[in-house]
T-cell receptor, first 111, second 110 residues
Framework: DADVTQTPRNRITKTGKRIMLECSQTKGHDRMYWYRQDPGLGLQLIYYSFDVKDINKGEISDGYSVSRQAQAKFSLSLESAIPNQTALYFC??????????FGSGTRLTVV | RKEVEQDPGPFNVPEGATVAFNCTYSNSASQSFFWYRQDCRKEPKLLMS???SGNEDGRFTAQLNRASQYISLLIRDSKLSDSATYLC???????????FGTGTRLTIIP
């Protein structure tokens, strides 16, 4: 099993729908992150959490919300999806001072 | 100016050649540095950390130049399997968030 698991892997949704992307990890890391990746723009930080009671906005949090249900689970919600939220979404985890481990990504298309 | 900048490429390099990429960062308080490799439609995977003293792992060598605020990645004896996008990433002192460059695309030509 993967250390960082994202579900779903692919999703097509309609404008205005609420959608949740889920991330779970078995690495025992405290820190978890949500990024989106768009061609030519690189990885942009949406939200991050350093422990269960800590939630912080990243560079592009508008239109998104998160929930850290447990140390191992960090979910990302789009309350009302819009087409420019079409992107590849990555969850990542880390332990202090080390590089991130990424999940395999969720490819989201909003039509 | 972007916090982390990379030449997007593409770099088209013959098999067996040596190729080098640079990545510049704007904040002199940056503390930790990493190189990631990303294959098409896949997640980034940590290639190596970049230490002040440099870091070497087989055919790959990473260097840090704090005075000029850049990190570099050198790939020797390039293989077809090295074809990928290489991302650099930087954190600030006391801050665990990684800021990524947009990546440099490398294609190794047979």
């Amino acid at each position: 099993d993967a250390d960082v698991t994202q579900t779903p892997r692919n999703r097509i949704t309609k404008t205005g729908k609420r959608i949740m992307l889920e991330c779970s990890q078995t690495k025992g890391h405290d820190r978890m992150y949500w990024y989106r990746q768009d061609p030519g723009l690189g990885l942009q930080l949406i939200y991050y959490s350093f422990d269960v009671k800590d939630i912080n906005k990243g560079e592009i949090s508008d239109g998104y919300s998160v929930s850290r249900q447990a140390q191992a689970k960090f979910s990302l919600s789009l309350e009302s999806a819009i087409p420019n939220q079409t992107a590849l979404y990555f969850c990542a985890t880390s332990r202090g001072g080390e590089g991130y481990t990424f999940g395999s990504g969720t490819r989201l298309t909003v039509v | 100016r972007k916090e982390v900048e990379q030449d997007p490429g593409p770099f088209n390099v013959p098999e067996g050649a040596t190729v080098a990429f640079n990545c510049t960062y704007s904040n002199s308080a940056s503390q930790s540095f990493f190189w990631y490799r990303q294959d098409c439609r896949k997640e980034p995977k940590l290639l190596m950390s970049v230490y002040s003293s440099g870091n070497e792992d087989g055919r790959f060598t990473a260097q840090l130049n704090r005075a000029s605020q850049y990190i570099s990645l050198l790939i020797r004896d390039s293989k077809l399997s090295d074809s990928a996008t290489y991302l650099c990433a930087v954190t600030l002192f006391g801050n665990e968030k990684l800021t990524f460059g947009t990546g440099t695309r490398l294609t190794i030509i047979p």
